[in-house]
């Protein structure tokens, strides 16, 4: 069975930092490039973060880039995403999904991720 978990969310004060987890089983995980979303209340989905599954690039929103770093230990197959100097903006229900076929150039294209988890809330508190 396919799964993708993420965890790790909560609640934090701004400037504060949370480090969210995406654990998956039941695929080849090495082969899947890993992104992360977010949605906030009344809001649309962002694309946030994604990892290559070769060369292990990463991608990052404008809005988050310097703050948020996507790692991911094959070895463990999971994905991180340490996310500092969080903004009550940030506020949102994070999401972690995975396909072996993204086109990286278009990771915040939601349609094209096979395997998503269940999202993790973080509450980030001004």
């Known amino acids: 069975e396919v799964q993708l978990q993420a965890f790790g969310g909560g609640l934090v004060q701004a400037g504060g930092s949370l480090r969210l987890s995406c654990a998956a089983s039941g695929f080849t995980f090495e082969d899947y490039a890993v992104g992360w979303f977010r949605q906030a209340p009344g809001k649309d989905s962002e694309g946030v973060s994604c990892v290559s599954n070769t060369f292990g690039e990463t991608y990052y929103a404008d809005s988050v880039k310097g703050r948020f770093t996507i790692s991911r230990d094959n070895a463990k197959n999971t994905v991180y995403l340490q996310m500092n100097s969080l903004k009550p903006e940030d506020t949102a229900v994070y999401y972690c999904?995975?396909?072996?076929?993204?086109?990286?150039?278009?990771?915040?294209?939601?349609?094209?991720?096979?395997?998503w988890g269940q999202g993790t809330l973080v509450t980030v508190s001004s």
């Open positions: 999904a995975a396909d072996n076929s993204l086109i990286l150039s278009s990771y915040r294209d939601d349609v094209q991720y096979d395997y």
